[in-house]
Each structure stands twice: as structure tokens, then as C-alpha cells.
């Protein structure tokens, strides 16, 4: 069994695409019994967010593995195949250590990946589906993310996705003290959307969510108001700026509930910041006047500023991150030699066996013991060297060097000069 990595991100895919092989959080150990169902996948974890969805795994036949991730979506495979990337051993190992250290990210050191990335662990462990590879591979993926924070500056200057939606408001609103503000869902996007848009002190703040005690639990910490979603066609005129983020499998806005709030503002301009994947938005709505409409992917120039300043940070994670794919390979490489191993302790323990019954049974029968002990010496010594000893008298020319070679190094011997 090998290990690979796949999926898709924000590099490779755009969020039409991403949004069509997302797994909700309550699906997500059904999806993992699935994919482990298909027998040649003996270890699997999946990690699904905004800008990435991939699968780590454990298996000899990784296009099952990606095949599978076509078919539970409903796709054809070659619909996939253009943004799909394929890792596998070292290259799987450093990937792992970057997403988690906040490298591969849009947002550079932002640290809401590392906890993304245990709660995809914490889902694989209640499905079962992560074994001695995985967690393995989790573990030191964990230790190298936080020696990362640690060691490195990696997190300093930069833009968190729910500052970049504050800051774009700000450029479009100029002071938004005199514009209310309305956030769809209650999740933790949400939440550090909130903390910066109350930092500015907005004229109103409404929570919206499916559940009203989950808008009123967040409500509560910044003196907003709590509404449920079925309000939101009434509510939606009264608010300038629109925040959302939501595990809704469906839009929540459509055209014709945009349209009709723009009427009612009398074609007062609305903002709208779409966090969610996939989309809350319909991507209709940014045909409409008087709508500014942003999408996750359409924040990633604002939260790449202050890239210049962590690069020196960047180079030194890089550094700390190759270091630990070295130690994790050899570990990889450790593991694979035990079936040998085991194999060749196997084979010794069997020869010891017969060796011990036979040498009883001459107890037995009243011969001398010194001969006995001599004769099981012998016995083992040439069920041991048979096997070399036969394999090299029947090598060809040329694999004959190279026995000799591995032989002299395997028993330490010292070829006569």
C-alpha cells in the first residue's frame, strides 16, 4: 500500500468546480465508509473547505481512489481530471505539511486550515477509516504546522479572509458607521466576519441563521440583532452590506429576492460578500444594477497584501517543512521492510523448531547430550546458510557480483583480499 493525496483547490480549480465535490460536515463518514468500500483503498481522510477538497489515502490503485471522487459527486470522471492533482509518498507527505502550516492557502499562514484539517482527522477516526499510516501521517503533520507558528513569522501581516470582506466594504462604503450589516449562518467564518465589521461600529448588525438560537448565541457578543432565514425576504432591503457563509447545499439568495430588495431600497446600492462554498448567492444575482456581488475567489488580491514581508518566513517554514518529510520517509520506509522482516523471523522460527523437536527425541531415546547439542549447532546452522549458499551457487555471471556483494554486507563478512 502506497499513500497519495488528491483533490482540488483554489490553484487548480475554480469555485464552479469546487463547489461541486464539497462534503457537508454530516456526510462526511458515510462518504469515507464508501470510499474504504472500494476494496483496494485500505486508509482514507478527507479534508473539504472553500478553496480545497482532497482525499489522503492509502492504496496500491489511486485511479479508483479519484474515480471515486468522480462518481460520488456525479461527475464524469473527465470532468474532474483537468484540475484533479495526484501525490503520492513524498510529495503527498510535504503537501499535507503545507496546507496544514498555512503555505498552500489563500490567505498565507491563515491558522482556521489546521483545525479544518483535525476535524477531518476526528471524522476519519469515527469512521474508522485511519490507520497506522494516516494517523501516523496526521500526527507529525500537526507537530510540523505548530513548529511552523512557532519558529516563524508565517502568520504576521497577514489578511484573514474576513478582514479582506471588511476592508472591501470599507472601499466601496467609505465609513460604514452609517450602514447596517446583515451575516447569513453562524458558523466560525461568520464569526471572525463579525468581530471585524463590529470593530468598525456599523449603524446595525442582524444575524440570520436556519436555527434562531445559534443567531442569537452570536447576536448576544456583539448587541445584534437575531432573525431566522425565513425573515430574510423582508429583512434583506433594510441592510447595506450582506455577509454570508452557510453549509446550505442550495442557494439562499436567489436573483428574484435580490431584485426585489433592490426595488424596495430604490436602487440603493447593496454589498454582498459570498464566503460559502458551495455558493449562497445565485451567480445570476451579479447581473442585477446596484449590486456589488464578491465571490470567495474574487478576495484573493486583497488578502495577498503583506505577502512581501513574510517571505523570508515562507523560506524558513519551507526549510523546517522538508526537514520533516525526510524523517517522516524514513519512518515510511522503516514500515515497509517489516513484512520482510517478520517474514525472515518467521522462517528462522520454524527452523528452530524442527531443529528443538528433533534434538529432543534423541534426548529422549538416551543419546549423549554433547552430541545432541552438536548435532542441533549443525542442524541450524545449515538450514540458515542453505538457502544463501544455494542461491549464490546458482546465480548467473551476472548477478553473481552483486550476491557476493550483498551477502558480505548482509553477515558482515570480509572478502579475502
Request: net charge negative; charged share 25%.
Amino acid at each position: 500500500m502506497q499513500l497519495f493525496a488528491f483533490g482540488i483547490n483554489h490553484h487548480t480549480a475554480p469555485l464552479g468546480v469546487r463547489e461541486q465535490v464539497t462534503f457537508p460536515e454530516n456526510s462526511m463518514e458515510d462518504a469515507l465508509h464508501d470510499l474504504v468500500g472500494h476494496s483496494p483503498i485500505k486508509e482514507a481522510a478527507i479534508v473539504s473547505t472553500c478553496n480545497r477538497t482532497e482525499v489522503y489515502c492509502s492504496t496500491d490503485k489511486p485511479d479508483v481512489a479519484t474515480k471515486w471522487l468522480a462518481d460520488f459527486h456525479h461527475l464524469k470522471t473527465q470532468e474532474l481530471e483537468p484540475y484533479l492533482y495526484l501525490l503520492s509518498r513524498e510529495q503527498a507527505v510535504k503537501h499535507a505539511f503545507r496546507v496544514a502550516s498555512g503555505l498552500d492557502s489563500m490567505v498565507l499562514g491563515e491558522p482556521q486550515i489546521l483545525g479544518q484539517l483535525k476535524s477531518a482527522v476526528k471524522s476519519a477516526e469515527h469512521a474508522g477509516t485511519l490507520g497506522l499510516l494516516l494517523h501516523k501521517l496526521f500526527q507529525r503533520t500537526f507537530f510540523v504546522a505548530k513548529e511552523v507558528r512557532t519558529s516563524t513569522e508565517i502568520g504576521t501581516s497577514s489578511v484573514s479572509m474576513a478582514a479582506a470582506a471588511a476592508r472591501l466594504a470599507e472601499r466601496i462604503f467609505g465609513d460604514i458607521a452609517e450602514q447596517r450589516v446583515l451575516f447569513i449562518g453562524a458558523g466560525e467564518m461568520i464569526e471572525l466576519c463579525a468581530s471585524h465589521f463590529a470593530a468598525r461600529n456599523p449603524k446595525q448588525i442582524t444575524v440570520a441563521n436556519r436555527t434562531v438560537e445559534r443567531a442569537e448565541a452570536l447576536s448576544n457578543r456583539f448587541n445584534a440583532q437575531a432573525i431566522s432565514l425565513s425573515d430574510l425576504p423582508e429583512q434583506l432591503a433594510l441592510h447595506d452590506i450582506v455577509v454570508t457563509c452557510t453549509a446550505s447545499p442550495l442557494p439562499i439568495l436567489g436573483k428574484g429576492m435580490v431584485e426585489r430588495a433592490i426595488k424596495i431600497r430604490k436602487h440603493r446600492p447593496i454589498f454582498i460578500v459570498d464566503l460559502a462554498v458551495p455558493r449562497d448567492v445565485e451567480s445570476e444575482v451579479a447581473e442585477l444594477d446596484d449590486v456589488f456581488l464578491y465571490y470567495v475567489d474574487d478576495l484573493s488580491e486583497i488578502v495577498k497584501e503583506g505577502l512581501d514581508s513574510r517571505q523570508s518566513a515562507v523560506q524558513h517554514a519551507e526549510i523546517i517543512i522538508d526537514s520533516n518529510v525526510v524523517d517522516f520517509m524514513r519512518w515510511m520506509a522503516s514500515r515497509e521492510l517489516v513484512p520482510t522482516i517478520r517474514a525472515l523471523r518467521d522462517q528462522g522460527e520454524r527452523f528452530r523448531r524442527h531443529e528443538l523437536a528433533r534434538a529432543s527425541k534423541l534426548l529422549v531415546n538416551g543419546e549423549d547430550p554433547q552430541k545432541v547439542l552438536e548435532s542441533l549447532s549443525k542442524g541450524l546452522s545449515n538450514k540458515f546458510l542453505h538457502i544463501p549458499s544455494s542461491t549464490l551457487n546458482h546465480a548467473n555471471a551476472d548477478e553473481r557480483e552483486d550476491l557476493v556483494e550483498l551477502i558480505n554486507q548482509l553477515y558482515q563478512l570480509h572478502r579475502p583480499q
